[in-house]
Structures are given as structure tokens and as C-alpha cells.
């Protein structure tokens, strides 16, 4: 499996400051409500509602938000119930794009996503049409300022760490499988390592490298379909050209 795209370090950044992020406690709440309908509504014994509360918290939900979510997951308060449906399918250059909604209506949900693709260059495909050029995996983002990477291989590979990539940038990103991310975190909260991004990631086992027109019109659409008021997560194995990541930056 080959590390995490440069556009995928782009959008990172990207996200802490883009204002089309506003819709984000909406997201959040979505997945804690999901998580808890699913597994319950404690924390310690729902391992998925752990990671959606503390995500929930580090982005500064206010508690009684989180509270609110839970309830309406395990039935104490009446809300929207959600159902989670992932969309595959195509987009510009032969990018494969994976779209993980959570939705109350899943015809408006469907008609939007096709909507949006055929706007912008894409195609929805089958189930199974390209999922299978992904795998699953716990991801933990850790600054380089925080640790050496000899301290988190010591720290970290009886927890579960799988791969450790290190790049150019200024973090460690810790790759684990997903049943090893909750143990992971505890590692480094033993240690008193400070950590960022937590969350089940779906990684591409390779990338197709889009320049020019293919590169501006597959961030056009990515950058659609995750502000779609469903869609919780949008994957791609997109990778940007030097050219192309220089043109964005400017």
C-alpha cells in the first residue's frame, strides 16, 4: 500500500481554514447518532461512538450537543433517523471516488450525488466497482515536533502500529488496523504524545496522478460532492502533479 497522496496533505490544511467546512457539526452529530443507534450509547463499550465523541470534541462541540446526538441514537430523544449508504464511482482521469453518506432520504441522496457527478466530469458505478482499490485502516496524525520516529516505533508497535510514514511534512502518520486505533491512542495519551485526526481511513493501494484540466475539474468535484448536505467522508486515489499542487498553492 503506498503512503497518503500530497493532495491529501493539501486538503488537511485545507480543511482547518475553508469555510465550506461550516456544515461539520453537522457531520460530526450525523456519525455520533449513527454510532450510537448502533453500538449504544456508552462510550466504553462502543468503540465507534468513542472515536465520533472525541473527534467531536477536539473540533469544540459543545458537550451538550454530543449528549443531544447520543440520545437520538439510542432512542431517548426523537430525531431524524439516518441510514449510511456508500456511493462508488468514477471521475475525471479514471479517478475512483467513494462517497460515504449518512441520509434520511436515500432517493434525494442518490439523485444529488448523480447530480453533482455528471456536473462535474463523474460517473456513479456499481457496488464493488472500485472499492476493492481500497483498504481500511485506523489513521492517527502525530506532529514531528511532538516525538522522534524512534520513540513512536518503541512506543507504538506493540500497540498495533502497521506503518509509520513520515514524509516531507511536519507529521508522522500512524497506519494501523482499524481494531488497533483505540489501543493505538492510548499509547500515546500513556505517553503524554499529543495526537491529531484519529479516524478509520479507506486508502488507496495506488494513486492516478491527474494534471492540467483532469486535476481543476476532480477538485472541483471533490470539493461538491463533500459539501453535499449527506456525505460524511469522500475518498479518491487521487494524486496531484507537481505542476498541478505549485498551480494551488500560488
Known amino acids: 500500500m503506498s503512503g497518503h497522496s500530497k493532495w491529501a496533505t493539501i486538503k488537511r490544511k485545507k480543511a482547518a481554514t475553508d469555510q465550506k467546512r461550516g456544515n461539520l457539526f453537522t457531520k460530526l452529530v450525523k456519525e455520533i447518532t449513527i454510532a450510537a443507534k448502533m453500538g449504544g450509547g456508552d462510550v ?118 502497521e506503518e509509520l510514514e513520515a514524509g516531507e511534512e511536519e507529521y508522522y502518520t500512524v497506519l494501523t488496523d482499524v481494531r488497533e486505533l483505540e489501543s493505538v491512542k492510548k499509547a500515546l495519551e500513556a505517553a503524554g504524545i499529543a495526537y491529531e485526526n484519529a479516524k478509520i481511513d479507506l486508502l488507496p493501494d495506488t494513486y492516478v496522478e491527474l494534471d492540467g484540466d483532469d486535476a481543476r475539474k476532480a477538485i472541483k468535484l471533490i470539493d461538491a460532492l463533500e459539501s453535499g448536505d449527506d456525505a460524511q467522508v469522500v475518498y479518491s486515489n487521487m494524486e496531484i502533479s507537481e505542476n498541478a499542487l505549485e498551480s494551488l498553492e500560488d
Open 44 to 161: 466504553n463499550g462502543n468503540p465507534r461512538l468513542r472515536l465520533a465523541v472525541d473527534t467531536a470534541r477536539a473540533n469544540s462541540m459543545p458537550m451538550d450537543n454530543i449528549q443531544r446526538a447520543i440520545k437520538k441514537g439510542t432512542g431517548e430523544l426523537e430525531g431524524a433517523m439516518y441510514e449510511e449508504i456508500t456511493y462508488e464511482g468514477y471521475g475525471p482521469g479514471g479517478i475512483a471516488i467513494i462517497i460515504e453518506t449518512a441520509t434520511d432520504n436515500r432517493n434525494r441522496t442518490v439523485a444529488d450525488i448523480r447530480h453533482m457527478m455528471s456536473r462535474n466530469g463523474g460517473s456513479l458505478g456499481e457496488s464493488g466497482s472500485v472499492s476493492w482499490m481500497f483498504q481500511r485502516k485506523g489513521s492517527v496524525d502525530v506532529l514531528k515536533s511532538a516525538a522522534s520516529e524512534d520513540q513512536l516505533l518503541e512506543l507504538l508497535l506493540d500497540a498495533g502500529l
